[in-house]
């Protein structure tokens, strides 16, 4: 992962990839945390990294929804950018490079 942190909502967060198994895919730790960090996995590849991006990146951005809506919202969201060829590593627009 060549982005090694971001800045959601005013609070910056470090971005790590871990060795996670597969089944958990990532974590991110809460707003309050001095030097807080995301995690995801290494071991997690295309759609479903994506998937696991925007699901930590949700609780970043939104701490006090629930696990059940950002799973919902990280789902619906990857799928689309998938189905309109977002793919890690590509150069260009479509991977909004002005963020």
């Known amino acids: 992962m060549d ?5 959601f909502r005013g609070k910056r967060w470090r ?3 871990v060795d996670h198994s597969p089944r958990v895919g990532g974590d991110c730790e809460a707003p ?3 030097g807080k960090v995301i995690r995801i996995s290494r071991r ?6 994506l998937t696991y991006l925007l699901h930590e990146a949700l609780h970043a951005c939104l701490w ?3 696990e ?4 919902e919202t990280a789902n619906d ?3 689309l950018l998938w189905r309109v060829g977002y793919r890690e ?6 991977n909004g490079q002005h963020a």
């Not at 982005?3 to 800045?7: E, F, N």
């Not at 997690?44 to 990294?49: D, K, S, T, W, Y």
């Open 3 to 7: 982005v090694r942190a971001h800045t």
């Open 32 to 34: 309050h945390i001095k």
């Open 15 to 17: 971005l790590i990839e």
């Open 77 to 79: 969201v990857a799928r």
């Open 44 to 49: 997690v590849h295309g759609p479903q990294r």
């Open 89 to 94: 590593g590509e150069q260009g627009d479509r």
């Open 68 to 71: 059940e809506a950002v799973t």
């Open 64 to 66: 006090d929804l629930d």
